[in-house]
């Protein structure tokens, strides 16, 4: 098991501004997944990037993968309100269990 | 397709007291089940994971335990509840074909 870092901890932008979120960890993975969470709700799944990948698309969301240097970033383009969240990566290796970690909090600003 | 329920949804509780919150799972089998606590505005700790019946591994000593007395049934409790208790539980299963993880609604404990 292993535990992603998420890079801001907090981070600010005015709506229709693109956020970015990176996430470092340590050994090699499977894939790594990225989740959300809105206050006070459970985590939702977001995106899911398998290691022989670099780079996968859903919706305004992009996700890359740096296995090299053992990194991800989670792109929001065209932020809305609704994007308000927790966002957490989790590196993750098959039949192992998900550490998440202390996640980046985003507010999206009118 | 699947859900899973968390009940209560929201609880408190004296100090001393004790705990049981419910996590149940429908629609898949033999489930990868999950406890996590998150304290106010923090990250997720990992409090418990089970791959089947009676078999559950704890991740941090503390004053918890689980059980999972059915397939798809997985409890969280405590004899005697700490402050330190407070905080947010969620339970999730994992689905194996795509590592993927899906969160029950969750519930908010206070103890006072």
């Known amino acids: 098991s292993q535990q992603g870092e998420e890079d801001p901890q907090a981070l600010s932008i005015q709506e229709g501004e693109n956020a970015t979120m990176n996430c470092s960890y340590k050994?090699?993975?499977?894939?790594l997944q990225w989740y959300r969470q809105n206050s006070g709700r459970g985590l939702v799944h977001l995106i899911l990037?398998?290691?022989?990948?670099r780079e996968k698309h859903s919706g305004r969301l992009r996700v890359t993968l740096d296995t090299s240097k053992k990194s991800s970033s989670l792109l929001i383009t065209a932020s809305r309100a609704a994007d308000t969240a927790s966002y957490f990566c989790a590196p993750g290796r098959r039949d192992d269990k998900i550490i998440f970690g202390k996640g980046t909090r985003l507010h999206i600003l009118p | 397709s699947q859900t899973i329920h968390q009940w209560p949804a929201t609880l408190v509780q004296p100090v001393g007291s004790p705990l049981s919150l419910e996590c149940t799972v429908e629609?898949?089998?033999?489930?990868?089940l999950y406890w996590y606590r998150q304290a106010a505005g923090r990250g997720l700790q990992l409090l418990f994971y089970s791959i089947g019946i009676d078999q559950i591994s704890s991740e941090v000593p503390q004053n918890l335990s689980a059980s999972r007395p059915q397939d798809r049934q997985f409890i969280l409790s405590s004899k005697k509840l700490l402050l330190s208790d407070s905080g947010f539980y969620l339970c999730a299963w994992r689905q194996i074909s795509t590592d993927t993880q899906y969160f029950g609604p969750g519930t908010r404990l206070t103890v006072l």
């Open positions: 050994t090699s993975i499977n894939n």
């Open positions: 990037i398998r290691s022989n990948e």
């Open positions: 629609g898949t089998s033999n489930p990868n």
